[in-house]
């Protein structure tokens, strides 16, 4: 498949992904949930945030490539604030639960959902030298392009349910446009394998079982929300 009939095709996939038309997206963007329910899904949520910039320095080792290395060096130096602790993406998440009057500290000590650990397991395991396109796949776009779609109505919930301003949403408002970025940087280191086949199946597998992984993280999150504030 030539290049941009292959980018076509793993971005229609992305974001096709029955993931992104989750019920939860609309329940939040229209205030569908309480304050308790919303604090659930932030301290799930924050769990995986904690995570993801160790999937990218994970993939970064498994590269055999520089440009991709330093591509994903590149995302690093923005999840960790371009060198100021204040800015790291946890930290920023940290004002979501601030503003929410949840403790970090426990927020760190919540039970992690069985469904983020199977998460991990299954991003972890793609970033190895061996299956390094697989997360390329995962880590480089499954992770990257659905973020503008997902953040926006998220940011919209925060703000009818909970009444958050943009300090406190920092984190989402400054992924929305930095992750188009961080995919366009994917796009472009790619471009020396792109027309390889075996690297296009493997890219595609990666990134379908990113998916559908976050699909299943997602129903998890909204079943414990239902159990703390039944949407109205």
């Known amino acids: 498949m030539k290049a941009n009939a292959f980018l076509g095709r793993l971005k229609h996939l992305v974001l096709g992904h029955p993931v992104l038309q989750h019920p939860l997206w609309t329940d939040l ?30 993939a970064l080792a498994a590269s055999p ?11 690093l130096w923005d999840e960790y604030g371009a060198g100021d602790p204040a800015r790291t993406h946890p930290e920023q998440f940290r004002n979501v ?7 970090v500290a426990a927020a760190d000590r919540a039970r992690r959902l069985p469904d983020l650990e199977s998460y ?25 392009w659905p973020i503008p779609y997902l953040y926006e109505p998220v940011v919209r919930g ?8 943009d300090r406190d949403l920092e984190f989402f408002l400054e992924h929305i446009p930095t992750d188009e970025t961080h995919g366009s940087l994917m796009t472009d280191c790619l471009a ?23 699909e299943h993280l997602v129903e998890a999150i909204a079943r414990t929300m239902s159990l703390a504030g039944v949407p109205r």
């Not at 639960?97 to 949840?102: E, N, Q, S, V």
């Not at 925060?158 to 301003?165: C, D, E, F, P, S």
């Not at 086949?197 to 992984?213: F, H, L, P, T």
């Open 29 to 58: 963007e229209l205030g569908y949930y309480d304050r308790e329910a919303l604090k659930v899904f932030t301290v799930h949520y924050y769990h995986h945030v904690l995570r993801t910039r160790l999937y990218d320095a994970a």
């Open 65 to 75: 490539d520089e440009k991709i290395q330093a591509a994903f060096a590149s995302i």
């Open 97 to 103: 639960l601030r503003a929410l009057d949840i403790h």
């Open 120 to 144: 991990s397991q299954i991003h972890f395991g793609m970033c190895r030298p061996a299956t390094f396109w697989e997360a390329m796949g995962a880590v480089g776009f499954a992770m990257e």
């Open 158 to 165: 925060y703000r009818r349910i909970a009444g958050l301003g």
């Open 192 to 214: 020396p394998y792109i027309g390889n086949e075996a690297i296009q199946d493997a890219v595609i597998e990666g990134a379908m079982r990113s998916m559908d992984a976050r």
